[in-house]
Protein backbone atom coordinates (compact mmCIF):
# COMPACT_ATOMS: atom_id res chain seq x y z
CA UNK A 1 0.00 0.00 0.00
CA UNK A 2 1.50 3.14 -1.32
CA UNK A 3 1.70 6.15 1.49
CA UNK A 4 -0.78 9.44 0.43
CA UNK A 5 1.09 12.74 -0.67
CA UNK A 6 0.33 16.00 -0.41
CA UNK A 7 -2.09 16.98 -2.78
CA UNK A 8 -0.62 20.29 -4.10
CA UNK A 9 1.23 19.83 -7.41
CA UNK A 10 4.71 19.09 -7.29
CA UNK A 11 4.42 17.98 -3.46
CA UNK A 12 5.70 14.75 -2.42
CA UNK A 13 5.34 14.73 1.46
CA UNK A 14 2.65 12.43 3.40
CA UNK A 15 -0.54 13.99 4.13
CA UNK A 16 -0.70 15.55 7.61
CA UNK A 17 -4.98 17.49 7.30
CA UNK A 18 -7.09 17.76 4.77
CA UNK A 19 -5.45 16.35 2.07
CA UNK A 20 -2.22 18.32 2.43
CA UNK A 21 0.92 18.05 4.29
CA UNK A 22 1.89 19.86 7.02
CA UNK A 23 3.90 22.87 5.70
CA UNK A 24 1.13 23.63 2.90
CA UNK A 25 -1.86 23.14 5.77
CA UNK A 26 0.04 25.45 8.12
CA UNK A 27 -0.14 28.18 4.98
CA UNK A 28 -3.76 27.26 4.51
CA UNK A 29 -4.36 28.13 7.80
CA UNK A 30 -2.42 31.12 8.15
CA UNK A 31 -3.36 32.65 4.84
CA UNK A 32 -6.11 30.71 3.53
CA UNK A 33 -4.20 29.12 0.48
CA UNK A 34 -2.10 26.06 0.72
CA UNK A 35 0.54 27.43 -1.58
CA UNK A 36 0.20 30.65 0.46
CA UNK A 37 -0.21 33.27 -2.40
CA UNK A 38 -2.13 35.90 -0.32
CA UNK A 39 -3.66 36.30 3.22
CA UNK A 40 -7.30 36.99 2.78
CA UNK A 41 -8.40 40.52 4.58
CA UNK A 42 -10.55 40.72 7.58
CA UNK A 43 -13.52 41.82 5.19
CA UNK A 44 -12.67 38.92 2.44
CA UNK A 45 -12.90 36.68 5.57
CA UNK A 46 -15.60 38.11 7.72
CA UNK A 47 -18.99 38.95 5.08
CA UNK A 48 -19.26 35.84 3.24
CA UNK A 49 -20.39 34.42 6.51
CA UNK A 50 -23.11 37.04 6.74
CA UNK A 51 -26.79 36.07 5.72
CA UNK A 52 -27.76 39.56 4.58
CA UNK A 53 -31.51 38.35 3.57
CA UNK A 54 -33.38 39.35 6.38
CA UNK A 55 -34.36 42.50 8.44
CA UNK A 56 -31.01 41.57 10.83
CA UNK A 57 -27.62 40.22 8.76
CA UNK A 58 -27.10 37.01 11.07
CA UNK A 59 -23.87 35.51 11.64
CA UNK A 60 -23.87 31.97 10.08
CA UNK A 61 -20.39 30.42 11.41
CA UNK A 62 -19.44 29.70 14.93
CA UNK A 63 -21.64 30.80 17.67
CA UNK A 64 -21.80 30.90 21.08
CA UNK A 65 -24.00 28.92 23.19
CA UNK A 66 -26.00 31.89 23.72
CA UNK A 67 -26.24 32.86 19.91
CA UNK A 68 -23.06 35.45 19.25
CA UNK A 69 -21.48 34.87 16.47
CA UNK A 70 -17.48 34.16 16.60
CA UNK A 71 -14.55 34.74 14.10
CA UNK A 72 -11.34 32.69 14.72
CA UNK A 73 -8.11 34.85 14.73
CA UNK A 74 -5.22 32.71 14.25
CA UNK A 75 -2.68 35.26 14.44
CA UNK A 76 -4.25 36.10 17.88
CA UNK A 77 -4.73 32.32 18.77
CA UNK A 78 -8.37 33.67 19.85
CA UNK A 79 -11.79 34.19 18.77
CA UNK A 80 -13.66 37.43 17.98
CA UNK A 81 -16.96 38.19 18.72
CA UNK A 82 -18.86 38.96 15.42
CA UNK A 83 -20.69 41.90 16.33
CA UNK A 84 -17.71 43.56 17.41
CA UNK A 85 -15.79 42.85 13.98
CA UNK A 86 -18.62 44.31 12.29
CA UNK A 87 -19.06 47.53 14.58
CA UNK A 88 -15.53 48.13 14.43
CA UNK A 89 -15.77 47.29 10.07
CA UNK A 90 -18.59 50.29 10.08
CA UNK A 91 -17.04 52.72 12.78
CA UNK A 92 -13.71 52.40 13.65
CA UNK A 93 -12.20 50.73 17.22
CA UNK A 94 -14.37 50.61 19.96
CA UNK A 95 -12.78 52.64 22.91
CA UNK A 96 -11.44 51.19 26.25
CA UNK A 97 -14.08 50.10 28.73
CA UNK A 98 -17.29 50.22 26.18
CA UNK A 99 -19.15 47.15 24.86
CA UNK A 100 -21.13 46.73 21.65
CA UNK A 101 -24.86 46.64 22.50
CA UNK A 102 -27.57 44.64 19.68
CA UNK A 103 -30.43 47.55 19.70
CA UNK A 104 -32.24 44.64 17.76
CA UNK A 105 -31.73 42.28 20.86
CA UNK A 106 -30.18 39.45 18.32
CA UNK A 107 -26.86 38.30 19.20
CA UNK A 108 -26.58 37.06 16.03
CA UNK A 109 -26.92 40.29 14.36
CA UNK A 110 -24.12 42.10 12.99
CA UNK A 111 -25.45 44.82 10.69
CA UNK A 112 -23.93 47.82 11.88
CA UNK A 113 -27.14 49.66 12.06
CA UNK A 114 -28.19 47.77 14.51
CA UNK A 115 -25.17 48.23 17.14
CA UNK A 116 -24.60 50.46 19.28
CA UNK A 117 -21.44 51.59 22.00
CA UNK A 118 -23.01 51.09 25.49
CA UNK A 119 -21.18 50.95 28.85
CA UNK A 120 -21.65 47.66 30.57
CA UNK A 121 -24.59 49.37 33.02
CA UNK A 122 -26.18 50.49 29.68
CA UNK A 123 -25.89 47.24 27.80
CA UNK A 124 -27.03 45.39 31.11
CA UNK A 125 -30.32 47.72 30.81
CA UNK A 126 -31.02 46.84 27.88
CA UNK A 127 -31.97 43.17 27.88
CA UNK A 128 -35.10 40.93 26.09
CA UNK A 129 -36.84 37.81 28.33
CA UNK A 130 -36.75 37.59 31.90
CA UNK A 131 -33.98 36.59 33.99
CA UNK A 132 -33.99 32.49 34.59
CA UNK A 133 -35.25 32.60 38.30
CA UNK A 134 -38.56 34.47 37.28
CA UNK A 135 -41.51 32.64 38.52
CA UNK A 136 -44.32 35.78 37.62
CA UNK A 137 -43.74 35.62 33.98
CA UNK A 138 -42.74 40.06 34.25
CA UNK A 139 -39.26 41.57 34.80
CA UNK A 140 -38.79 42.42 38.08
CA UNK A 141 -42.17 41.49 39.85
CA UNK A 142 -42.42 38.38 42.38
CA UNK A 143 -44.91 37.01 44.17
CA UNK A 144 -45.26 38.72 47.70
CA UNK A 145 -46.64 37.67 50.62
CA UNK A 146 -50.42 37.54 51.50
CA UNK A 147 -51.08 37.22 47.95
CA UNK A 148 -49.95 40.40 46.33
CA UNK A 149 -47.04 41.01 44.15
CA UNK A 150 -43.61 42.26 44.86
CA UNK A 151 -41.75 45.07 42.55
CA UNK A 152 -38.10 45.18 42.67
CA UNK A 153 -35.51 47.01 40.28
CA UNK A 154 -31.77 45.98 39.91
CA UNK A 155 -29.41 49.22 39.66
CA UNK A 156 -25.94 49.35 40.01
CA UNK A 157 -25.40 46.31 42.48
CA UNK A 158 -28.72 47.44 44.43
CA UNK A 159 -32.04 46.60 44.75
CA UNK A 160 -35.01 49.41 44.75
CA UNK A 161 -37.68 48.02 46.70
CA UNK A 162 -41.03 49.51 45.15
CA UNK A 163 -43.40 47.78 47.55
CA UNK A 164 -46.32 45.19 47.63
CA UNK A 165 -49.30 45.60 44.77
CA UNK A 166 -52.59 44.33 45.19
CA UNK A 167 -52.47 43.49 40.63
CA UNK A 168 -49.70 42.32 39.06
CA UNK A 169 -50.52 45.17 36.36
CA UNK A 170 -49.85 47.99 39.30
CA UNK A 171 -46.50 45.74 39.75
CA UNK A 172 -45.69 46.04 36.23
CA UNK A 173 -46.29 49.56 35.87
CA UNK A 174 -44.46 50.63 39.48
CA UNK A 175 -41.34 48.87 37.89
CA UNK A 176 -41.56 50.32 34.68
CA UNK A 177 -41.42 53.80 35.90
CA UNK A 178 -38.83 53.27 37.99
CA UNK A 179 -36.54 51.76 34.96
CA UNK A 180 -37.91 54.87 32.78
CA UNK A 181 -36.42 56.83 35.65
CA UNK A 182 -33.30 55.15 36.60
CA UNK A 183 -32.06 53.93 33.31
CA UNK A 184 -30.96 54.85 30.07
CA UNK A 185 -30.97 52.07 27.53
CA UNK A 186 -34.10 50.38 28.41
CA UNK A 187 -35.52 50.25 24.77
CA UNK A 188 -38.64 47.96 25.46
CA UNK A 189 -39.46 49.96 28.10
CA UNK A 190 -39.90 53.08 26.49
CA UNK A 191 -41.26 51.67 23.21
CA UNK A 192 -44.19 49.92 26.37
CA UNK A 193 -44.89 53.93 27.86
Known amino acids: ?50 DKSGHCWNWTACQTADGYGQLRMERLRMSIYAHRISYELANGPIPDGMQVDHICLNPACVKPEHLRLATQKQNNEHRAGL ?63
Request: charged fraction near 25%.
Open 131 to 193: PITNTSGVRGVSRGWRGKWRASVGHYGGRHYLGHFATMQEAEAAVIAKRLELFTHNDLDRKAS
Open 1 to 50: MSAKICAVDDCQSPLLAKGLCSRHYQRQRSTGSPTGTRLKTLEERFWPKV
